[in-house]
């Protein structure tokens, strides 16, 4: 089949050399998803291709519903064949989707299968990879991050989650390191429910478990006046004094489908990105977080392309010494890491900033197969730059591209977080 060949994506010979010889082979690290740790602590076997694929993939239903299908097919009552062939049946109407790339990757790297889904062969693939997954160990939760070489993942918690079994995963003979991260979210007008002595508490608790990230969730930045900024920056202190890296997702507007998020519940496929201003807001914040001395590693990952750029530089004003690329311009995310997100995350970072700064890829994924999206990643990263070379837009100099690629997809994101004293 030539679709999602070896080289896809690989449009020159540079591209190929730079991901088969170096990007291909490197390990993951995986510093922002949503992957239940219990799951990874029990070792869990899936019952069949519907809870491995389809249970909790809102990027899934969101294209089942665009395309029609009822929503008992989707997260209702229906059987798992059921929702499984309802899938199969849209995939002919989305060529070029990413949920398309994906799912078609992930029959290829983790069940081996090379056929195009669709209604037709729905169950002769459902059948094969359902055999699959009743006998083969490497299937397992523990087996999949193995067979993915995922060096380290980052779980989102909230902040008074109990990390006992995080700390049972990394005492057990798992090859993959599980740390937490600690998630304190804002709304407008948020911010007085935090009791800030507990939160500090649960801050150094976190920390005592491997924890070097906190993720802030937010539809923008808070006004420095506000109580939510107080925390905030509260949170930036802390995380300067213990040497973490502080994660800003701007942008989301949530549940904008009301009814059915009564019925769905959140996280089912009803956020959007917001069409707020975000650029200024977050200026006046870095400012803020800043005149107080707090200001350190940060990633802001943006979910509305139309001020990418103006994020992006925004900030480089605020690097200095204290680290390679302090202050990161975030992976393409969510509704932006398609094809088309993806290579622009990449222009405006090289137009911008300093590419050779990137942290890499993420998943944001519950989902124990997205490991795929790092090679999407890195295919297309690999194809940005060694496209480039062989124009003579960049250097086309082998040891320093490999060197680069290297740097971007593994050593950057190994080295950033001060997991090394963990």
């Known amino acids: 089949m030539n679709y999602l060949h070896d080289d896809v994506f690989l449009t020159s010979e540079t591209a190929r050399e730079l991901y088969h010889e170096t990007a291909k082979g490197l390990p993951i690290i995986d510093f922002h998803t949503h992957l239940p740790q219990g799951e990874i602590m029990g070792d869990h076997r899936f019952e069949n291709l519907w809870e491995l694929w389809l249970k909790y993939d809102h990027y899934k239903w969101r294209l089942m519903r665009g395309c029609g299908v009822d929503e008992r097919l989707i997260s209702g009552d229906g059987s798992p064949w059921e929702k499984f062939e309802a899938f199969a049946s849209v995939m002919p109407l989305a060529f070029g989707n990413p949920v398309h790339h994906w799912a078609h990757l992930e029959l290829k790297r983790v069940f081996g299968i090379d056929e195009i889904l669709n209604q037709e062969n729905a169950e002769s693939i459902w059948e094969n990879a359902n055999e699959q997954i009743s006998e083969k160990s490497e299937l397992s939760v523990k087996g999949l991050l193995k067979s993915f070489n995922v060096e380290l993942i980052c779980t989102t918690d909230m902040a008074d989650s109990d990390l006992s079994t995080h700390a049972e995963i990394n005492e057990s003979a798992i090859s993959t390191k599980v740390f937490p991260t600690f998630r304190v979210d804002f709304t407008e007008g948020s911010g007085a ?230």
């Open 193 to 422: 429910e935090y009791d800030l002595e507990e939160l500090k508490k649960q801050h150094d608790y976190f920390h005592e478990n491997g924890c070097r990230l906190s993720d802030h969730g937010m539809p923008y930045m808070p006004n420095p006046s506000s109580v939510a900024f107080g925390v905030l920056n509260h949170i930036a202190k802390w995380n300067k004094e213990k040497g973490w890296t502080m994660q800003l997702h701007l942008g989301p507007q949530r549940g904008v489908n009301e009814a059915m998020t009564a019925v769905t519940g959140r996280d089912s496929g009803f956020d959007t990105m917001g069409s707020w201003p975000q650029t200024a807001a977050l200026i006046d914040g870095l400012n803020a977080i800043q005149n107080d001395g707090n200001l350190s590693r940060t990633i802001v990952y943006n979910l509305n392309p139309n001020e990418s750029e103006s994020i992006c530089c925004a900030l480089q004003n605020f690097q200095n010494s204290e680290e390679r690329g302090l202050l990161q311009y975030g992976p393409a995310w969510w509704h932006l890491d398609h094809v088309r997100g993806i290579r622009e995350q990449m222009d405006i970072l090289t137009s911008l900033g300093a590419i050779g700064t990137s942290l890499g890829m993420l998943t944001d994924s519950r989902s124990f197969t997205s490991y795929v999206r790092h090679e999407y990643y890195r295919r297309l990263l690999c194809q940005y730059i060694g496209d480039a070379a062989e124009a003579g837009e960049m250097p086309n100099e082998p040891k320093a591209l490999h060197q680069l690629i290297a740097d971007i997809c593994y050593y950057n994101p190994k080295n950033f977080f001060n997991w090394a004293e963990v």
